[in-house]
Nanobody, 122 residues
Framework: QVQLVESGGGLVQAGGSLRLSCVGS????????MGWYRQAPGKQRELVAH???????NYADSVKGRFTISRDTAKNTVYLQMNSLQLKGSAVYSCHAEGFVAAGLGYDFESWGQGTKVTASS
């Protein structure tokens, strides 16, 4: 089992920066990828950024060039550096982990954090 806890959300001026952190615990050795998702009021949850253990990343088009995802495996922590925050970026940001356990037939698993709220204001 993997547990994820996010932190770093808060109120920030539009155009400002914020860094989110996600700390994993449990069977983190089985994780092969982690990501950040966000959900604004009245909207569907969307992928913001994703990172594999290899270091390969991908981003939503709306945040490319402004957000950076990184991972510190030793600390079981994933970060999301958010620069040039826009009003439309206000949302609850949730951490997500994907993993695989090669026991028996093998199985995939995923885990979600409870989210941290980010509010950009003018």
């Amino acid at each position: 089992q993997v547990q994820l806890v996010e932190s770093g959300g808060g109120l920030v001026q539009a155009g400002g920066s914020l860094r989110l952190s996600c700390v994993g615990s449990g069977s983190t050795e089985n994780i092969y990828a982690m990501g950040w998702y966000r959900q604004a009021p009245g909207k569907q949850r969307e992928l913001v950024a994703h990172i594999w253990n290899s270091g390969m990343t991908n981003y939503a088009d709306s945040v490319k060039g402004r957000f950076t995802i990184s991972r510190d495996t030793a600390k079981n922590t994933v970060y999301l550096q958010m620069n040039s925050l826009q009003l439309k970026g206000s949302a609850v940001y949730s951490c997500h982990a994907e993993g695989f356990v090669a026991a028996g037939l093998g199985y995939d698993f995923e885990s979600w954090g409870q989210g941290t709220k980010v509010t950009a204001s003018s």
